[in-house]
């Protein structure tokens, strides 16, 4: 499998809302780096598949109806993988819509992800700035 296709079936499990299938491709000694100020997540680096799930996309999910759609792939060098693209969806207590830019820097180890880089624009996950944006483009 290469390297794009394992950062596929991520991208796939967290699409469909599958945390078994995101587990599945995740390497054993996981890395994770989030953006500060994630709503949802409480801190920014989490260690272990388990933590992350825990930490970053269980709480996002349960504040969220939300996921990552890649738009540009870039190959670095041998296991390194970056992809842009953009969250969409929803708050689930407001349903304001969400759609925040990112930027992934993957690595991959032994056919799992074993490093991930968050970047995103976390002012766009927050549904009250969107709305309020939304709103000035209105009048």
Not at 17 to 39: I, K, M, Q, R, S
Not at 53 to 66: D, M, Q, S
């Given at each position: 499998?290469?390297?794009?296709e394992?950062?596929e ?5 967290t ?8 587990l ?22 989490f260690?272990?598949?388990?933590a992350?799930?825990a930490g970053i ?7 969220f ?12 060098s041998g ?20 759609e925040a ?5 993957w ?5 799992k ?7 995103t624009?976390t ?11 939304a709103e000035?483009r209105?009048?």
């Amino acid at each position: 499998m290469s390297n794009r296709e394992v950062v596929e079936n991520f991208y796939r499990a967290t699409q469909s809302g599958d945390g078994a299938a995101l587990l599945e491709t995740l390497h054993p000694e996981f890395e994770g780096h989030v953006a500060p100020g994630l709503p949802a997540v409480t801190g920014t680096v989490f260690h272990g598949p388990q933590a992350a799930l825990a930490g970053i996309w269980g709480p996002v999910a349960r504040a969220f109806e939300i996921a990552p759609y890649a738009e540009e792939w870039f190959e670095a060098s041998g296991d390194v993988v970056i992809v842009t693209g953009h969250y969409r969806g929803a708050e689930r207590s407001t349903e304001r819509p969400v759609e925040a830019e990112f930027a992934h820097v993957w690595r991959i180890v032994e056919g799992k992800l074993a490093y991930l880089h968050q970047y995103t624009d976390t002012w766009h996950w927050r549904p009250e700035q969107v709305s309020a944006a939304a709103e000035r483009r209105v009048h």
